[in-house]
């Protein structure tokens, strides 16, 4: 069965770092892009890009490059987002999806929430 | 980018209906590379539709899509209490990737 299990969700202050998980399972994972997308509280969703673990090759929308970065571990077949300095602005439940014939199989979400 | 626009924004119907909605392109979308999904409350969002008119696996076959260029249509031939949902498209066809603002339907 093709699965993705993201991490747990996570209550972060102002400015610090957050990495946040997609573990892939019952798929070619280095071959197929991963995608990650982005709903605020309440809003629509906001493609944030992709990355093909297979060479790490990403791309990012315009909204977001700069502010997060993806990676990947093919051996443990994982996919990551990542922020260095968090805002409060970036609370959101954020998906990651995998790239087949559109997002055909999605996580079930990982919530950050970012608070003084 | 490519701008999608759906409409209506907010769609009230009976269980029993037909339910259409529709989702413009600002631009051509290539090779038909449009898809729609469902979400629920507290869900992730689900495939149903793949360039522009094949159903993901598992998907009932009330639900159909059609289109080309920058005109897409999702319908709902009959709706079921279970339908009632948001409903977004997807252009995936040119880079950045683009969904539109989203479509509620609630029950009438």
């Known amino acids: 069965e093709v699965q993705l299990v993201q991490s747990g969700a996570e209550m972060k202050k102002p400015g610090e770092s957050l990495k946040i998980s997609c573990k892939a399972s019952?798929?070619?994972?280095?071959?197929?892009?991963i995608g990650w997308v982005r709903q605020m509280p309440g809003k629509g969703l906001e493609w944030m890009g992709i990355?093909?673990?297979?060479?790490?090759?990403?791309r990012y929308s315009p909204s977001f490059q700069g502010q997060v970065a993806f990676s990947a571990d093919k051996s443990i077949t994982t996919a990551y987002l990542q922020w260095s300095s968090l805002k409060a602005s970036d609370t959101a439940m954020y998906y990651c999806?995998?790239?087949?014939?559109?997002?055909?199989?999605w996580g079930q979400g990982t919530m950050v929430t970012v608070s003084s | 980018e490519i701008v999608l626009t759906q409409s209506p924004g907010t769609l009230s119907l009976s269980p029993g209906e037909r339910a259409t909605l529709s989702c413009r392109a600002s631009?051509?979308?290539?090779?038909?590379?449009l898809a729609w999904y469902q979400q629920k409350p507290g869900q992730a969002p689900r495939l149903l539709i793949y360039?522009?008119?094949s159903r993901a696996t598992g998907i009932p076959d009330r639900f159909s899509g059609s289109g080309s260029g920058t005109d897409f249509t999702l319908t709902i031939s009959r709706l079921e209490p279970e339908d009632f949902a948001v409903y977004y498209c997807?252009?995936?066809?040119?880079?950045?990737?683009?969904f539109g603002q989203g479509t509620k339907l609630e029950i009438k």
């Open positions: 360039g522009a008119s």
């Open positions: 019952g798929y070619n994972f280095a071959n197929s892009w």
């Open positions: 997807q252009q995936y066809g040119s880079s950045p990737q683009t």
């Open positions: 990355i093909y673990p297979a060479d790490s090759d990403t």
């Open positions: 999806a995998r790239m087949y014939s559109a997002f055909h199989i």
């Open positions: 631009q051509s979308v290539s090779s038909r590379y």
